[in-house]
């Protein structure tokens, strides 16, 4: 069973930046990690993914302001955020796939006032 925790959520203002951290229990290397949110009353939404070799993916309106990234060996991944909005407010989810199954972590909030 692989476990996944975020972490670096909280409150910023618009304009400001967070770094989200995402940790696998797992000494098997995630072929996928990536990020989702999902704001009150909307469907989840795609961010951003990342594979073990680095190949990065990013949902057209996150390109910009998120970058992914992670630490192999580790599985560690990241999500930083630039010139945060406040229809950035959402629960920020962490997801990695391991021979074909998908882990979930339990999500992070993240707050921006405008």
């Known amino acids: 069973q692989v476990q996944l925790a975020e972490s670096g959520g909280g409150l910023v203002q618009a304009g400001g930046s967070l770094r989200l951290s995402c940790a696998a229990t797992?000494?098997?290397?995630?072929?996928?990690m990536g990020w989702y949110r999902q704001a009150p009353g909307k469907q989840r939404e795609f961010i951003a993914s990342?594979?073990?070799?680095?190949?990065?993916n990013y949902a057209d309106s996150m390109k910009g302001r998120f970058t992914i990234s992670r630490v192999n060996g580790v599985n560690t991944m990241y999500l930083q955020m630039n010139s945060l909005k406040p229809e950035d407010t959402a629960y920020y989810f962490c997801?990695?796939?391991?021979?074909?199954?998908?882990?979930w972590g339990e999500g992070t909030l993240v707050s921006v006032s405008s």
């Open positions: 997801y990695g796939q391991l021979y074909g199954v998908n882990y």
């Open positions: 797992t000494i098997d290397s995630l072929n996928v």
């Open positions: 990342i594979t073990s070799g680095g190949r990065m």
